[in-house]
């Protein structure tokens, strides 16, 4: 019996068995109400009653503290007095409402009856009656209406208010795209002789200055006007660009992209091919880039190709040289879209 | 009648003659609510809000939600002199300059996440105990859209003070939006107005955030709300609780009392995290800047399953097709993962309608164990956000325990699929086994330890029957069969119609209830009873009870409530 089977067929209760009630317990009814210490002694019940007002008394003094406090402790000057300033507002405010949160708690708890009640439930379901005369009022309505007979004007008035949202919809739509012109993702600030600069000084490089195994987090040269305004940080989402030098014996390049480094130095868009965070992380030792947001791993040797991760295809690679001074300049605008996919990008 | 009760009445008249509130009054002021710990649940979703309305209302005061570019002078001094928008540079005069702005921030802040927590645990309980059975299944649909709702407000809020970590996000979003095939590119500038970032984004955040999430979010927790007091709370099983009655406190004065009491408690623990716990120091990461990003962030963690789906996916599966891209890299994990999940939640109702035949209401909630294979699903279906969730820190995870990110996230590939499977196998069978040990429990009733040798030699051990409430709470339950249906020909011999959907819905039938373990029934008690000499349980000391035969703890089985071992005899 007690390792009674989940097929078996021992227990012949079934809630579709006719008959099952019979072989169902009976319900033992309400259990029995326990009286509570403060029912049965009135000193607990002053007790708690005494507990109760020293709780709501804990509230106002919480929320005479947290008055004291807003004039006493000025946010002031540094991180560590804003602080502590919002640390003593904070528990003044704390003790304000647990006081009352608390104390009508445990009034309910202790003094309120808690003796319980039943109420009836009643079917969700109208009564066949009020079915009746409901589907009654909707005829007599449409009738009233004559929508049934009216063909025509039943098709006019759907029509109308089909198409209204139109007037809505159509300028809001228009406009809330700005010019709608998705093919800006194809095209970077970057273009032939701009130079490299660093980010986010906007001092332009030099060649000699990168040494090997090093990093640089590099932006277009663009004048200190363009860096300032806001349009820039739409081009600067796009544009930026992590520069690395590797040992040219160590740089693997790709038939059509022989020439797009300059003596090991190597640029590609620090955009990432999967969802668009910046690849920020460069791991010298194995010349990967890691992506912070989702891990993908691109290995900077070997044509930003994904390693690992969820992106699929390699960072767009910058095509570089150096200008009559020695600084690092672009050779063009990178020859395919940056960041992440979409539907039409190659297109 | 004293002057306070003179004026009561004055203004009760006032207000009936006017409204007829008196009605009212009649019929909700002793309304009964059913009293659970696992009901405050919803409780604290809804007074999360009500301290997220307030707080809210306080940083509207002081936010400016714009881009426009300016130089920032104040506190704290790392900022001092950074150019940075107008969102960024009212976050920090918020925080630095207006007294209890940051704490009020950090409230805000707080009340979301708990807000959140406290909706995901709610639905849990509701599932878990099958409350979402006829008539509330429209309630339960209202509530996911509530959740989604949340999410929505948390994340639109979460962007505002358009700092580093947040832009980060949105830029993510943006990644995610462009993945949509056709028209991912036209959705990206409908977002931003153009091109990422742009000079929109804030402005438009900043009115889905404080206008038309929250509109949205009352008017459906009204809808909820309406909803629960149409159909009255559900409650746990128990004597005297049925599905036709609603046993509990009345509204006034209790749960004026309990409930508007726990709004101050809520309110009062948020004031407290507010206080003493820093979230968001926004000044810590910066303005936003495209360049920047920091290892190691993290997304308020009910975006963290969509981080770790997005983590988890392989990249192999990005897919040029006819010169169109398809990257199912990005859509699988940030939208048909979430997509398949939400539907889940939808339709679970009505599946588990459809393969039980069960058109009565239900108000008496199920214990999770009576029904195996729902509570198995929704084990699994937490596993799986869990491990999503825990996937969307796998560098936390890595540097914290130095381990290989790759070989992490690796394991957590193949979690996502054996997990579940393995959490709803494991699930199901405790829930069976709770459900036999509630049998035996019936049966033979509680192991006393007491042991007992008879004249004879044999050792017995002394078993407590259980009271009549203990008891119906283990046999007060349906265990379900699987449906049968109509075969496939009729007495003619003519192929039935609809015959292959019924024996599909049967085989889904057959997964849900083939395994379960009936209630005792009152004559197998009776028959555990008699097995021995003669069936009493209690207040006959003469006699003994000896159980069916059946081994329990390796030896035989006695129950006797009160006799004591030389009383006994065979």
């Given at each position: 019996m007690s390792d009674h089977q989940h097929s078996s067929e021992v227990g012949t209760t079934s809630s579709n068995a006719p008959g099952a009630e019979l072989e169902r317990f009976d319900d033992p009814g309400?259990?029995?109400?326990?009286?509570?210490?403060?029912?049965?002694?009135?000193?607990?019940?002053?007790?708690?009653?005494?507990?109760?007002?020293?709780?709501?008394?804990?509230?106002?003094?919480?929320?005479?503290?947290?008055?004291?406090?807003?004039?006493?402790?000025?946010?002031?000057?540094?991180?560590?007095?804003?602080?502590?300033?919002?640390?003593?507002?904070?528990?003044?405010?704390?003790?304000?409402?647990?006081?009352?949160?608390?104390?009508?708690?445990?009034?309910?708890?202790?003094?309120?009856?808690?003796?319980?009640?039943?109420?009836?439930?009643?079917?969700?379901?109208?009564?066949?009656?009020?079915?009746a005369e409901a589907v009654k009022a909707l005829t007599d309505g449409a009738q009233d209406s004559g929508i049934g007979r009216r063909g025509v004007l039943k098709g006019a008035v759907i029509s109308a208010l089909a198409l209204f949202p139109l007037t809505i919809a159509v300028p809001l739509i228009g406009s809330v795209g700005g010019d709608w012109n998705v093919s800006k993702f194809r095209h970077t600030r970057w273009e032939r002789g701009m130079r490299l600069a660093i980010d986010p000084s906007g001092r332009p490089i030099k060649a000699a200055d990168v040494t090997i195994g090093s990093a640089v987090h590099v932006i277009p040269d663009v004048s200190e006007e363009e860096r300032l305004s806001h349009a820039w940080i739409t081009e600067k989402a796009k544009a930026v660009v992590l520069l690395v030098r590797l040992d040219p014996r160590e740089l693997k390049e790709a038939e059509d992209r022989v020439g797009w480094s300059y003596d090991g130095i190597v640029a590609y868009s620090k955009i990432c091919t999967h969802v668009g965070c910046p690849v920020a992380l460069y791991e010298q030792q194995t010349h990967h880039l890691l992506c912070p947001c989702h891990q993908s791993t691109f290995d900077v040797a070997d044509g930003a190709k994904v390693v690992f991760g969820p992106a699929?295809?390699?960072?767009?690679?910058?095509?570089?040289?150096?200008?009559?001074?020695?600084?690092?300049?672009?050779?063009?605008?990178?020859?395919?879209?940056?960041?992440?996919?979409?539907?039409?990008?190659?297109? | 009648m004293s002057t306070t009760a003179k004026a009561a009445a004055g203004t009760a008249d006032y207000l009936d003659q006017r409204t007829g509130v008196g009605k009212a009054v009649k019929e909700f002021a002793r309304k009964v609510f059913p009293d659970h710990w696992s009901f405050l649940l919803g409780e604290i979703a809804l007074y999360s809000f009500v301290v997220l309305l307030i707080s809210g209302v306080f940083l509207t005061m002081f936010f400016v939600p714009s881009m426009a570019l300016i130089e920032y002078h104040g506190q704290p001094a790392s900022m001092d002199g950074v150019l940075m928008s107008e969102a960024f540079a009212s976050t920090l005069h918020t925080s630095f300059e207006v007294r209890g702005g940051l704490l009020m921030r950090q409230i805000h802040h707080w009340a979301a996440l708990l807000f959140m927590a406290a909706i995901v645990t709610h639905m849990m309980r509701v599932f878990f105990t099958g409350a979402f059975r006829k008539p509330r299944e429209v309630n339960w649909i209202v509530g996911i859209v509530l959740m989604i709702l949340g999410l929505a407000a948390g994340f639109s809020g979460y962007s505002l003070p358009d700092d580093v970590l947040s832009g980060n996000g949105l830029r993510i979003t943006d990644g995610v939006v462009k993945s949509i095939p056709l028209i991912g590119s036209y959705m990206s500038y409908f977002i931003f107005g153009g091109e990422f970032p742009g000079e929109d984004i804030i402005p438009r955040l900043f009115t889905v955030h404080i206008l038309l999430v929250p509109a949205l979010i009352l008017a459906l927790i009204a809808l909820h709300l309406f909803f629960v007091v149409l159909h009255k709370h559900t409650q746990y099983p128990g004597g005297g609780r049925t599905d036709k009655n609603v046993v509990g406190f009345p509204l006034f004065p209790v749960y004026v009392a309990k409930a508007g009491g726990f709004f101050f408690v809520v309110f009062g623990i948020l004031a407290l995290m507010g206080g003493t716990m820093s979230i968001n120091n926004v000044w810590n990461y910066g303005p936003y800047d495209p360049s920047p990003v920091g290892a190691g962030a993290q997304p308020d963690w009910y975006m963290l399953f969509l981080e770790g789906s997005l983590r988890l996916m392989p990249g192999q599966t990005e897919y040029v097709i006819g010169g169109y891209t398809l990257s199912l890299n990005v859509l699988i994990p940030a939208v048909v993962i979430p997509g398949l999940l939400f539907t889940f939640l939808i339709v679970y109702p009505f599946l588990e309608a459809a393969v039980t035949k069960d058109k009565r209401e239900h108000h008496v909630l199920d214990r999770p164990r009576n029904v195996p294979v729902r509570t198995g699903l929704g084990v699994a279906f937490l596993t799986a956000f869990i491990i999503l969730a825990l996937a969307g820190s796998n560098d936390l995870i890595a540097t914290h325990f130095s381990m290989s990110l790759n070989a992490i996230t690796w394991v957590f590939r193949i979690l996502f699929f054996a997990g579940p499977v393995f959490a709803f196998w494991i699930t199901k069978r405790i829930c069976l086994g709770l459900q036999r040990k509630d049998r035996e429990l019936v049966l033979h009733g509680h192991e006393t330890g007491r042991i007992v040798r008879f004249a004879h030699g044999e050792y017995i051990e002394v078993h407590r029957p259980l009271d009549e409430q203990e008891r119906w709470l283990r046999v007060n339950y349906d265990a379900h069969r699987p449906l049968e249906i109509e075969p496939a020909q009729d007495a003619r011999g003519v192929r039935r119609k609809g015959y292959k959907k019924d024996r599909r819905m049967q085989r889904l039938s057959r997964f849900f209830y083939e395994d379960r373990v009936e209630p005792v029934t009152p004559a197998e008690l009776a028959a555990a009873h008699s097995h021995g000499e003669h069936d009493t349980l209690a207040g006959a000391p003469e006699h003994q009870e000896i159980g069916s035969g059946a081994p329990v703890g390796g030896g035989r089985t006695i129950v006797s409530p009160e006799t004591g071992p030389d009383e006994q005899n065979r």
């Open positions: 309400l259990p029995e109400h326990k009286s509570r210490m403060a029912d049965r002694d009135p000193k607990a019940a002053k007790r708690a009653e005494r507990q109760i007002v020293v709780l709501f008394a804990i509230s106002v003094i919480g929320t005479i503290a947290s008055l004291i406090v807003y004039f006493a402790v000025p946010p002031g000057e540094t991180t560590a007095s804003v602080r502590l300033s919002t640390l003593a507002l904070g528990l003044g405010m704390a003790f304000a409402l647990l006081g009352i949160g608390v104390g009508a708690v445990h009034w309910a708890k202790t003094l309120m009856s808690d003796h319980e009640h039943v109420d009836e439930r009643h079917e969700q379901r109208s009564s066949e009656e009020v079915r699929k295809r390699p960072l767009p690679q910058l095509p570089i040289t150096v200008d009559d001074e020695g600084y690092l300049i672009a050779q063009d605008d990178f020859d395919e879209p940056v960041g992440p996919s979409y539907w039409e990008r190659l297109k | -």
